[in-house]
């Protein structure tokens, strides 16, 4: 007899995220925490230029990548052990209360650059615990077919945190310098706090409808018969009940099933390697890491550090440069508006990557274009194609992990852009030097179009549909 196994049915939200009021207290909690990550960066590097050289303040900035980029995988253990609700509330509150018992110091003292360093590496530390949570909360907050608008809503609040956090920061440094500036960092992530505890939770089934795209007919599996249930493995392959598919299968009982499964303790080590095997043996989830890494990597570089090279070889300026990055920001912002206006795409797998390349192409045309008016141009559909790309691809990231796994899920694909990518940077600006922009924004141009040359390439991927 053909053993069948029968996935969850997919549970519709009760109507569009953009006016479901829990998705948006969450999303309002999101857009307040990083308004005050933006300030908080700004009133840091303020205080770190004045209380020390360029050099010593370029190290207090990085300070926090390093436990950001080390603890991470850990942060997503932490998620999904304890939930990411949880998480997300204690990292907010944690980091509320460092910035304003900071920012009181300041105002009576000039402790100097090691309390701004120790603040640093306190948000790196809380950032490595924070961010795979932020990644798992929208999962919990509503249905799988509103995850993609939802990815679509927070990319229209980074945006906006990015546009309102930096002059934010700058007229608290006016009014009354770094010590009002972080104290307004800090009263803007403590609202997150009360929004994020007024949120509900929604109840996900065990595997949350993750891998329903590799199987046969899903959509009316809710009401299927099932002819037969083989047999049940644990995460590491371990039997834990028997065959049932016989006519005189015998359901087994407490007994059986401890005899059948020798307890473990539930370390988090252990927790670890069963997502790290989760991902690499996840048929979508794999292969979409590695476009995620590519087209980071490719990215990144051009449009942080070759950027700026580009526009002083060319003699745009700050104020071209401005415009060109100005650009950029708003097509990306067209493409958050659009996956949040329109719920889902059709193809998103094939549309991730046909965007992806289209936004390769683009980012080699740039360092070709002799004027600011074609660079801004340019700029705005490399905004809109990798806006895109990137939307999607955190949507089917949503919609595909298992919502047990999805923190450390998430804490991988953390590391791939705030680990590996920032990397890329200092190779950038030395390449440009020895080579010159043109044939260093190629190269980026090749590595960012791999990714959808992988993407295309594995078929599960290129197939994968986001929920509708």
Do not use: K
Not at 128 to 139: D, E, K, R, Y
Not at 430 to 458: D, I, R
């Amino acid at each position: 007899m053909t053993t069948t196994v029968i996935p969850p049915a997919v549970r519709p939200s009760a109507g569009p995220a953009h006016r479901d009021g829990n998705v948006l207290r969450w999303l309002g909690a999101y857009t307040a925490s990083m308004i005050g990550d933006n300030v908080f960066y700004i009133a840091l590097s303020w205080a770190a230029v004045r209380s020390g050289t360029p050099s010593q303040a370029g190290l207090v900035m990085a300070v926090s990548a390093v436990p950001r980029a080390l603890l991470m995988l850990g942060g997503g253990v932490v998620a999904d052990r304890f939930g990411p609700r949880r998480v997300v509330i204690g990292s907010d509150a944690v980091r509320c209360a460092a910035v304003l018992t900071v920012a009181a110091l300041l105002f009576v003292a000039h402790p100097g650059l090691w309390l701004l360093a120790l603040l640093a590496v306190v948000f790196g530390i809380v950032d490595a615990v924070f961010m795979p949570a932020v990644g798992a909360l929208p999962a919990r907050v509503t249905g799988r077919d509103q995850l993609a608008r939802v990815q679509g809503l927070r990319g229209l609040a980074v945006r906006f945190a990015n546009v309102v956090g930096a002059p934010l920061g700058g007229l608290g440094v006016a009014l009354g310098g770094s010590a009002t500036a972080f104290a307004l960092a800090g009263l803007l992530i403590a609202v997150s706090v009360p929004l994020l505890i007024s949120v509900r939770m929604r109840e996900t089934p065990p595997d949350g409808g993750a891998n329903t795209a590799n199987t046969a007919n899903t959509a009316n599996t809710a009401t299927a018969p099932v002819e037969a249930v083989g047999p049940v493995e644990d995460p590491d392959g371990a039997p834990v009940r028997g065959d049932a598919s016989g006519p005189h299968a015998r359901v087994p009982d407490a007994e059986d099933r401890a005899a059948a499964v020798p307890e473990r303790p539930a370390t988090a080590w252990r927790d670890l390697r069963d997502g790290l095997r989760y991902i690499r043996g996840h048929r979508v989830l794999a292969p979409l890491i590695v476009t995620i890494a590519l087209g980071d990597l490719g990215f990144v570089g051009p449009l942080n550090v070759g950027l700026a090279l580009l526009a002083d070889r060319r003699g745009w300026g700050a104020s071209g440069m401005g415009l060109v990055v100005a650009a950029f920001g708003a097509g990306a912002g067209a493409a958050a508006l659009l996956l949040a206006w329109r719920g889902t795409l059709p193809r998103a797998g094939s549309a991730g990557a046909a965007a992806l390349l289209g936004g390769s192409v683009a980012i080699g045309a740039l360092a070709q274009v002799p004027g600011v008016g074609a660079a801004v141009g340019v700029a705005l559909a490399i905004g809109l194609l990798a806006g895109l790309s990137g939307a999607l691809c955190g949507a089917l990231l949503q919609t595909q992990s298992d919502p047990a796994y999805l923190g450390r899920v998430t804490a991988v694909a953390g590391i791939v852009s705030l680990g590996l990518a920032p990397l890329s940077m200092p190779l950038t600006a030395a390449a440009v030097g020895w080579w010159g922009t043109g044939p260093v924004f190629a190269g980026s141009a090749v590595v960012c179009g791999l990714g959808g040359v992988v993407a295309l390439a594995v078929r599960d991927l290129r197939r994968a549909e986001l929920p509708r």
